[in-house]
């Protein structure tokens, strides 16, 4: 792991640490930017933009188009509070918004729960292999498929 203090937030000190993150690149945590991430946060997968409207609708009491989810989400990736999951072309809350990782998903096939990890070796590796293919990297996006732990249990 890197040297540096990484933390994972969860609850009431992600959501913190998102506004902070968000305020320290002259953005605003809106009511409506608030309601996004406190969505986001509350989905235990990755969640699609029609997901997490589907949510703010409810929790607003008025209906809430996906585009307008959809560009906030956007801004909240370009800020480190979300990560997009892209082969399940869904997003999920950043727990260490803090702190810039290429963060390396393991998305479930039986139940869509995707694992976070953070492992900068794996993720320089492929940097330095891009790099040596005269290849810049700007975002590397590694996903691996397969069961997750609770779903294997029965085998
Ligand atoms: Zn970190
Ligand atoms: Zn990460
Ligand atoms: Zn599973």
Redesign the pocket.
């Known amino acids: 792991m890197p040297a540096h203090d990484h933390q994972l937030h969860e609850g009431e000190s992600l959501r913190e640490a998102a506004r902070e993150r968000l305020q320290d690149k002259g953005e605003q945590w809106t009511e409506m930017r608030a309601s996004v991430f406190e969505a986001l946060a509350g989905f235990d997968r990755p969640a699609s933009a029609y997901d997490i409207a589907e949510a703010v609708s409810k929790a607003q009491g008025r209906r809430v188009a996906a585009n307008s989810v959809y560009r906030i989400l956007d801004l909240f990736v370009g800020a480190n509070l979300a990560r997009r999951v892209e082969s399940a072309n869904a997003y999920v809350a950043n727990q260490h918004p803090d702190c810039l990782h290429d963060c390396i998903f393991l998305i479930?096939?039986?139940?869509?729960?995707a694992v976070h990890l953070d492992d900068d070796k794996v993720s320089g590796g492929v940097r330095d292999a891009a790099a040596g293919a005269g290849f810049s990297a700007s975002r590397p996006v590694i996903e691996v498929r397969g069961?997750?732990?609770?779903?294997?249990t029965d085998s």
């Open positions: 479930c096939d039986n139940c869509g729960q069961t997750c732990g609770e779903c294997d």
